[in-house]
């Protein structure tokens, strides 16, 4: 039986970095975790910061998709990549005594490229920026649009930013819970956006009478349009209209703005996501601090469309339990191993830290009808027997014979949410999807209008953070090309450096090491907006670190030296190593020609070693015990810099 093989290229090298490769904004964060491990905090720093303009908002609440593509979570556990960027924006961030170290970032910008992969290029692609930029209006200041705003601004273009709330941060600002994302930390970030030059009209909201027409004749070039979605969608089921059910895109934003929505002592969230959670467990700290007794969780959980409305229902409860409730559940239509929030790893710990305030879970119940006179009095939950299709599609089906009465005070209902386009008019020739969000290029974000873009929640539907910063990163490199007249593309660089074998070694024990996570307040003490998690002590960063398994380094075999010993394969701890006949491996005719052809001009044996990555921990025991240095450590390096199309 022949062994299917590839000769390794610059994917496979990249495709290693999986961390990088799973972050929508390309951020390094394997290289990251390596430098706090090493105490090299301000370089680390600068590698978290060069691709995220909220790189400190995302080290408290990313949903760190970089740690569900971890190659260590394929071992054990991933790596504490998000609690890892909080160490490091706390030393060197916008909430640190050193503000401005993110201002080295624009010394690294130089039109060769820069060495911070995912870091904008501020030099042009031909020729100079038009004196004073060209004119572009960000339609809402949430994440999606201050991302594109920061990118623009490095282009050198003249950008203006609307945004209809009296504060900036979207969904930042008034949808996450002070207790997980202190406001202190959004307004730093924004401050900096600001300083480059960023125009910010607050309390502007564009309406039917002054739209995308009114800015044209201000003379504005291009949009970007990043409203979001902050209008909460309804449940289709009878008593919808009853006091006390509310929608949880109003709940938050009222919670966030520091007004108080009483909803009783027991409160159903309708969702199942981390919205929900926060809602719950902001409601639950309220009421400690009124009565310092025995608080337990009440609601039920509706699956949310995707895992963005997840979060919203998990913010949801979590708020519900801060805000006086006394009983909160979180009855959701998935069980625990279909939801999936648990399938993440952030998810998981979001999930740890509900049970331990008290949140209760009930899986498989859904809503059938909310009952009382006026006011809410209860919730009808109707048995799941299946969430999803034959085809994976999410389609539910219930018992009606099943059927269990809630009482209730209040209901939160953490379904999703929907965008409020009221301001566009046919004569703006945007189209929208049949799910009422705009319709755009999925590469470019363009929309059916000529300099029109648009990203983030109002393109897409609900979605992460990070997702809808790499949106408005996105969307600023293609307003970038209309207006330039000049179509480009990202160029990758790689550079390979062989590390001495003598000097290569992981730090002891760095397989041992067990994923933690990030400390958090005690019980007792989780109140009001005190935020719930701290980051890690500089000894338990360290080792959080020294988990990472170095992707960035490959072992390289070199055939002309190798003398064949098998030491390399008999000292891997981890099987990854095979030297096999050459007739033994699957390999394209071409391929395997030019091997036979070297191996015989080498007077070598037709051999082949082969290597399986994906257990790889990089031990470097093999280029260690290999006499010959045939097998050696080299540590490669992406930058990537912009470059006119071809």
């Not at 491990?37 to 998709?65: D, H, M, T, W």
């Not at 008034?174 to 202190?184: D, K």
């Not at 607050?202 to 979001?228: D, I, M, N």
């Not at 509310?246 to 520091?258: E, I, P, Q, W, Y």
Request: aromatic share 6%; charged share 25%; net charge negative.
């Amino acid at each position: 039986m022949r062994i299917a093989v590839r000769l390794p290229g610059f994917e496979d090298w990249r495709a290693q970095v999986k961390c990088q490769v799973g972050c929508p904004v390309d951020t390094d964060g394997g290289r990251y975790c390596q430098l706090v491990a090493q105490e090299r905090y301000e370089e680390g720093y600068l590698v978290a910061r060069a691709p995220n303009p909220f790189a400190s908002v995302c080290g408290r609440v990313c949903a760190a998709p970089c740690e569900d593509a971890c190659r260590r979570g394929t071992i054990d556990a991933p790596i504490t990549i998000r609690a890892l960027k909080r160490t490091l924006t706390e030393r060197y961030g916008v909430e640190s005594v050193h503000p401005d170290a993110q201002d080295r970032l624009r010394e690294a910008l130089v039109p060769e490229g820069n060495r911070y992969p995912g870091h904008l290029p501020t030099a042009p692609l031909r020729r100079p920026a038009q004196a004073g930029g060209r004119k572009v209006a960000v339609i809402g200041a949430g994440p999606a649009g201050l991302s594109a705003a920061h990118d623009l601004a490095l282009l050198g273009h003249d950008v203006t930013v609307l945004e209809a709330a009296e504060e900036p941060g979207g969904m930042m600002r008034f949808g996450i819970p002070e207790y997980r994302l202190p406001r202190s930390v959004i307004r730093g970030e924004i401050e900096k956006i600001l300083a480059l030059g960023v125009t910010l009209r607050t309390s502007a909201p564009l309406t039917a009478e002054r739209g995308l027409a009114a800015l044209r004749a201000e003379g504005f070039e291009a949009f970007f349009l990043s409203v979001g979605v902050q209008k909460g969608r309804d449940l289709a089921i009878p008593g919808v209209e009853l006091d006390g059910v509310v929608k949880a895109a109003d709940f938050l934003l009222n919670a966030n703005r520091g007004y108080r929505m009483d909803l009783g002592q027991r409160v159903v969230v309708i969702g199942g996501g981390f919205v929900a959670f926060d809602a719950a467990r902001m409601a639950l700290r309220a009421g400690r601090e009124d009565r310092e007794d025995d608080v337990r969780a009440l609601g039920a959980s509706l699956k949310a469309e995707s895992d963005a409305r997840l979060v919203e229902a998990l913010d949801s409860a979590r708020a519900a339990v801060r805000g006086g409730a006394a009983e909160v559940t979180i009855v959701s239509l998935e069980s625990f191993t279909e939801m999936p929030v648990l399938r993440t790893a952030q998810g998981h710990e979001e999930f740890q830290e509900a049970k331990k305030e008290g949140i209760r879970f009930e899986p498989r119940r859904g809503p059938k009808r909310f009952v009382g006179s006026g006011r809410l009095e209860a919730v009808e939950l109707r048995a799941v027997t299946r969430v999803f299709d034959d085809a994976g599609r999410f389609s539910p089906a219930y018992d009606d014979q099943d059927v269990v009465a809630v009482p209730a005070d209040g209901c939160i209902l953490a379904i999703g949410q929907r965008a409020d386009l009221s301001f566009l008019r046919p004569e703006d020739g945007v189209e929208l999807t049949p799910a009422g969000t705009i319709k755009v290029d999925r590469t470019t974000l363009a929309t059916s209008a000529p300099g029109v873009y648009a990203g983030g929640d109002v393109a897409f539907g609900p979605r992460n953070l990070i997702e809808a910063i790499a949106n408005g990163k996105r969307a600023a490199r293609s307003i970038h090309e209309h207006l330039s007249g000049e179509a480009a593309r990202l160029e990758a660089i790689i550079s390979v450096q062989k590390i001495p074998t003598r000097d290569y070694r992981m730090i002891a024990g760095f397989e041992l090491l067990d994923r933690e996570a990030p400390p958090t307040l005690d019980l007792g003490r989780r109140s009001g907006i005190a935020e719930v998690e701290s980051a890690f002590a500089a000894d338990e960063a360290i080792a959080q670190g020294a988990r990472c398994l170095v992707c960035h380094v490959q072992t390289i075999y070199d055939p002309e030296k190798c003398v064949l010993c098998g030491r390399c394969v008999d000292v891997c701890p981890e099987y990854c190593l095979a030297l096999v006949p050459l007739e033994d491996v699957d390999l394209p005719e071409e391929e395997r020609r030019a091997l036979a052809a070297a191996a015989e001009a080498g007077g070598l044996p037709l051999s082949a070693m082969i290597k399986d990555d994906a257990p790889c921990i990089r031990c470097g025991l093999c280029a260690i015990r290999c006499p010959t240095d045939a097998m050696t450590m080299e540590r490669f390096q992406l930058t990537q810099r912009y470059a006119p199309a071809a």
